[in-house]
C-alpha cells in the first residue's frame, strides 16, 4: 500500500536514540525540526516542548518494534493501536501540482494530521504509516538491528524476509565480529588439541618403560 511509505517517520524517530551506546541526537528543537524532512510547514511548528513530548513518543514506538522483534505479535499491535487511538489522522485524496501527460493531477492518498503541536501531527502520521506497514508485509517486517550496541529499528522489505540489520554497514561488522569469533575458537581448540598432544607423548616413555619391566 502506497501509505506504507509513512513509516519511515517512526524509524527516524526511533533512531534518534542509540540506548545501548547511551547516545540521543534529539536534544534540541532543531532536532525536531529535521525529523520532519521536507514539510518545512509542519516543522515550524516545532516548540522547546517538543522536545520532551517527541522522546515519549520515541518510547512508545521503540517498544512496538521491541515486541515485533521478540515475535509478541499482539503486543506490538496491542502498543501501535493505543497510539493510533491517542493521534488519529484523516485520510485525504491529494493531487498537489504534479500533473501527467494529459494535464490532470496526479491523485493519490495523503495522511492529514490536525494536531494541536507538532509532536502530535509527527505521531500520527509515523503510527498510521507503521500500522500500514505491518498489516500490508507482516509483524515479522519490524525488527531491531542485531549488531550489538547498536539496535536501530529497520523496516525489512527484503523478498524473502532475511534482515537482520538496520545498514550495510552494520551487516559488515557483525560478519566480521563472528568471523574473528570463528578463528578465536579454532585457535584455542588448535592449541589445546596440541597440549594433548604433548602431554599424550610425555607420558608414553615411562608407559613404555613399565611394558618392559612386566616383561622380565
Not at 502520521?125 to 507503521?130: E, F, H, K, P, Q
Not at 557483525?174 to 578465536?184: E, G
Request: net charge neutral; with cysteine.
Amino acid at each position: 500500500m502506497e501509505l506504507a511509505y509513512y513509516s519511515d517517520y517512526a524509524v527516524r524517530l526511533v533512531n534518534t536514540e542509540e540506548p545501548v551506546r547511551g547516545t540521543d541526537v534529539l536534544t534540541s528543537v532543531e532536532a525536531v525540526r529535521d525529523l520532519f524532512g521536507g514539510n518545512r510547514s509542519a516543522a515550524r511548528r516545532a516548540t522547546e516542548a517538543d522536545v520532551t513530548r517527541f522522546r515519549s513518543v520515541r518510547a512508545r514506538l521503540r517498544s512496538v518494534f521491541a515486541a515485533a522483534d521478540d515475535g509478541d505479535e499482539t503486543l506490538a499491535v496491542d502498543l501501535l493501536n493505543s497510539l493510533l487511538l491517542e493521534f488519529p489522522v484523516s485520510p485525504q485524496i491529494s493531487g498537489h501540482d504534479f500533473r501527467d501527460d494529459d494535464g490532470r493531477p496526479l491523485w493519490h492518498m495523503h495522511l492529514a494530521d490536525h494536531p494541536s503541536n507538532a509532536t502530535a501531527g509527527y505521531a500520527a502520521i509515523a503510527a498510521m504509516g507503521l500500522a500500514f506497514h505491518l498489516t500490508e508485509y507482516g509483524v515479522d517486517r519490524l525488527g531491531l538491528c542485531e549488531a550489538a550496541p547498536c539496535r536501530n529499528a529497520y523496516l525489512d522489505t527484503s523478498t524473502n524476509r532475511s534482515r537482520r540489520y538496520c545498514s550495510d554497514r552494520c551487516a559488515t561488522r557483525a560478519n566480521v565480529a563472528a568471523y574473528r569469533a570463528r578463528k578465536r575458537l579454532e585457535a584455542d581448540r588448535s592449541e589445546s588439541t596440541g597440549r594433548a598432544d604433548v602431554s599424550s607423548q610425555t607420558s608414553s616413555p615411562s608407559g613404555d618403560r613399565r611394558a618392559v619391566e612386566r616383561g622380565r
